[in-house]
C-alpha cells in the first residue's frame, strides 16, 4: 500500500522516481497485496494489484537513497543487514515524516477490519505527500 501511495502521489506532482517495497521476511515473496488492501486503495484511485512482494535485500542500500519501513521490528531487520553508517542513515521509520520523532510504527490493518485499512491508507498518503513534497521543492 505505501509503494501505490507513493507512486500515486509522484505520478500526480511530475516526480520520476525509482519506488519498490518489500518485506523483511520472505513468506509472502511473489505473492499480490491482500485483496482488501487492494480494493482500499482501488477505492481511492490507487491500483495495486500488479505489486508483488518480495525481501528486502542488502543489494538494496544501493539502489536507493531513502528506505521507509513501517515499524521498528522491521527498523531493526533492515538495519542488521546494513555494512555502513551511510546504509544505516538511509533507514527511516515512515510514520516519524508526519510524526516527526515520535517513532510511531504504521498500524496492522489486518484485524483492523475494513476500518484499518483505510485508516492506513491514509497515513500512507499524508507521509507520501510529505516526503514527495520536500523532494519536489
Known amino acids: 500500500m505505501a509503494e501505490g501511495a507513493f ?11 525509482d519506488l519498490d517495497s518489500c518485506g523483511t521476511g520472505g513468506w509472502h515473496a511473489g505473492e499480490a497485496p491482500d485483496s482488501r488492501m487492494q480494493s482500499t486503495s482501488l477505492a481511492h484511485g490507487v491500483d495495486i494489484s500488479d505489486l508483488r512482494a518480495r525481501q528486502f535485500e542488502v543489494e538494496d542500500f544501493d539502489k536507493f537513497d531513502r528506505i521507509y519501513v513501517m515499524d521498528t521490528e522491521n527498523r531493526d531487520n533492515v538495519l ?58
Open 7 to 17: 507512486r500515486h502521489v509522484a505520478k500526480e506532482k511530475g516526480i520520476n522516481l
Open 80 to 137: 542488521k543487514l546494513a555494512r555502513s553508517q551511510s546504509d544505516r542513515q538511509k533507514v527511516k521509520l515512515m510514520l516519524n515524516e508526519i510524526y516527526p520523532n515520535e517513532n510511531k510504527s504504521v498500524p496492522d490493518p489486518y484485524f483492523g477490519g475494513q476500518q484499518g485499512f483505510e485508516y492506513v491508507f491514509e497515513l500512507l498518503m499524508r507521509s507520501a505527500e510529505k516526503v514527495l513534497s520536500e523532494i519536489e521543492k
